[in-house]
């Protein structure tokens, strides 16, 4: 195992911004930035031994900056969306703001995947960085210490842990946003790519992608991938793809889903602690210039992110995104590539 750090350009205002990049024995690298703690590369091998980077993201720190799309993101306080960009917290009322339509999407404006993070540790196999994010930030209340820590081992498994502690009663929802495409980033889309994910429900939406409050069964749906499906499939029901959460079957940690791609042989296998996995295809991503010159559109990636269920603040008897002093948030998900 071994860590380079190298340097990453200059944000608009002069900061200095870093990457880190880890490297294991079997030649896996994964690179990560102190600007939102984002994830802007993982090269694995593919079937044949070449070496592919499986991560759409900007070429440099001016990307990272505003980064609409949430490249290689951590977000939070919290990631997805929230009704009427309003909740209550033991009867307090509570407004942030409205940054999709009348709803709150990642909490943003001001988000937190487009900040400087602190390192506080670097070693051979992991970094972590912290954020300190104040009282009434974003319109939440407590503050709040967060960290992210990504680490990488010999067997090609990359772990993504995000903990945070506030200071009083707060929501806290914290997740990956990465863009994964396993023929590589340069590619095109991912139609081609098989998905299964471990889900008996899901969450069904309004117009404005907000849950209407019940659970469905997956069952004789699009939305039933206990089996490998194909994704160019999905295009048949929901022409701009999947956009929707799937309430997972295992609480604690738990394997959640497998994309795989036969043009390149290269697997993906996710398991997480968290109670939902947001499925986003990318079906709004249009004409963005990457890394590398790459253009990417539609469906030229895929978000498998680990997280609460989106407006769970709204639905008492959905797993509870509320954590204070005494119950600080932890969440932990695996990220595991392997050839077949």
Known sequence: MSLRVLPYGLTGDGQKAQLYVLANEAGTTVAVTDLGACLVSVRVQDREGNPLDVVLAHKGPR????????????????????????????????????????????????????????????????????????????????????????????????????????????????????????????????????????????????????PLGNVAAVDDTVFDLRKDVLLRDVLTDLPRGLDHNFCLRERGMAHAARLASAQSGIALDVSTDAPGLQVYMAGWLDDMQGKDGAGYGWFSGIALETQYWPDAIHHAEWPSPIHGPENPFSQTTVFAFSTH
Request: net charge negative; proline share 5%.
């Open 63 to 210: 990307g990272y900056e505003h980064n609409p799309m949430g490249f290689g993101a951590t977000v939070g306080r919290h990631a997805n969306r929230i009704a009427g960009a309003a909740f209550e917290i033991d009867g307090a009322p509570y407004q942030i703001a409205a940054n999709e339509g009348k709803n709150s999407l990642h909490s943003g404006p001001d988000l937190w995947f487009q900040r400087m993070w602190k390192l506080v540790e670097a070693e051979n196999d992991h970094v972590t960085f912290e954020l300190a994010s104040p009282d009434g930030d974003q319109g939440f209340p407590g503050a709040v210490i967060a960290r992210a820590t990504y680490a990488l081992s010999d067997d090609n498994k990359l772990t993504v842990h995000y903990e945070a502690l506030p200071s009083a009663r707060t929501i806290i929802s914290m997740t990956n946003h990465t863009y994964w495409n396993l023929n590589g980033h340069a590619s095109g889309d991912v139609l081609g790519h098989t998905l299964l994910v471990e889900a008996d429900g899901y969450l069904p939406t309004d117009g404005e992608n907000i």
